[in-house]
């Protein structure tokens, strides 16, 4: 039978009326890679703590191929763990570390042996394999959890931040280690991060929470470029959002868009929710001008920063005053203090909620 991890409507509350979680469902299927995404304090890892079985929900079911495991004890759910810390043995080898939990199952010694030298192959580290965890890089020491945590073979494989105590190089190649090594196992794996890139380097779904509820479900293709409200928007990756008026132009598809930045001519395969809302576009969007463009724009240049891989340009609307926030690919002719005039694409401004009265 397909796996299927679901996790339906599950309400956490604490010290009252405060909710780490409320109402929140989701599916993982086998093999998937799900993230939970978002701020500090929304209950992402409350809700890993409620899969794990550490943490009783108060309404609802948390279910793993097709059964009911809220109240199965966590040493009894076929789920593992990699935790933000490693929470390695310092006592142990890299290879009784692997071992642990096979032990505390009573696997086979032949059979805890042989999984054992496949998790090193897996991640890597054979050479290791004696060594204590004193001796091992962070990468080499979170390489050692996520083995001891696919060991087990796992219906779930839970990831608590597991990169956060990790530097920035360090950290993405660690991130690819872990999404090749899913794949090419099948593993269905939840993953907690604040880390948008993370989330959208690595994710087949994200979850959107804030304030314990879910904004958005969806690819992190359709969550960067569709988001479903300001929040969402605003959180995955950088975006400039204000207020606009949007009235369906002569052409199906296309739409007139009055904000502060100007009056443009849009394409979207999305109807406004309404005449007056919130719209976006993402500072890559834009571009440099050239004579004779349609839906243009001018800025003063504030201040920009050369990334190497792009320029990121921090910029105000002569008319308001406004911050905008452009990305070139390469650095620019122009100096701070200079005026550009910009062009936005037909389908770089994308609608967002209805503006509340």
């Not at 994710?203 to 479900?217: A, P, T």
């Amino acid at each position: 039978m397909p796996f299927s991890g679901q996790f339906k409507s599950r309400t956490s509350r604490f010290d009252g009326n405060f909710y780490a979680s409320k109402n929140i469902s989701f599916t993982a299927e086998q093999g998937e890679f799900v993230t939970l995404l978002g701020p500090s304090g929304c209950g992402k890892t409350t809700l890993l703590k409620m899969i794990a079985g550490f943490h009783t929900p108060d309404s609802g079911e948390i279910r793993i191929a097709d059964q009911v495991i809220n109240d199965i004890p966590p040493e009894k759910r076929n789920t593992s763990m990699c935790f933000q810390s490693y929470a390695l043995f310092p006592h142990l080898s890299v290879s009784h570390n692997i071992a642990f939990g096979l032990k505390q199952k009573k696997i086979p010694l032949a059979e805890q042996k042989q999984r054992v030298q496949e998790a090193l192959d897996q991640v890597g580290l054979n050479e290791h394999a004696h060594k204590m965890p004193a001796q091992l890089s962070g990468g080499q020491q979170q390489r050692v959890a996520l083995a001891r945590a696919m060991v087990n073979r796992p219906d779930v494989i839970l990831f608590d931040e597991p990169l956060s105590n990790l530097d920035a190089k360090l950290r993405e190649s660690v991130r690819f280690e872990i999404k090749e090594l899913q794949h090419r196992y099948n593993l269905t794996a939840i993953y907690v991060t604040h880390d948008q890139a993370e989330a959208l380097a690595m994710s087949d779904k994200i979850v959107v929470l804030n304030k314990g509820c879910v904004e958005q479900i969806g690819t992190p293709e359709e969550i960067y470029y569709s988001p479903a409200n300001s929040f969402v928007a605003d959180f995955i990756g950088a975006a400039n959002i204000t207020e606009a008026t949007v009235l369906p132009a002569e052409d199906d598809g296309f739409y007139d868009v009055s904000c502060s930045l100007g009056d443009f001519r849009i394409k979207s395969d999305k109807a406004p929710a309404a005449d007056r809302i919130n719209v976006f576009w993402r500072p890559e969007d834009a571009e440099i001008a050239r004579p004779g463009d349609t839906n243009t724009f001018t800025l003063k240049i504030d201040k920009f920063a050369f990334l190497g891989n792009m320029t990121d340009l921090f910029a105000r609307l002569e008319t308001s005053n406004e911050l905008i926030r452009v990305q070139l690919p390469k650095k620019p002719a122009f100096d701070e203090n200079n005026t550009v005039t910009f062009k936005m694409p037909e389908n770089g401004i994308r609608f967002l909620e209805k503006v509340n009265p």
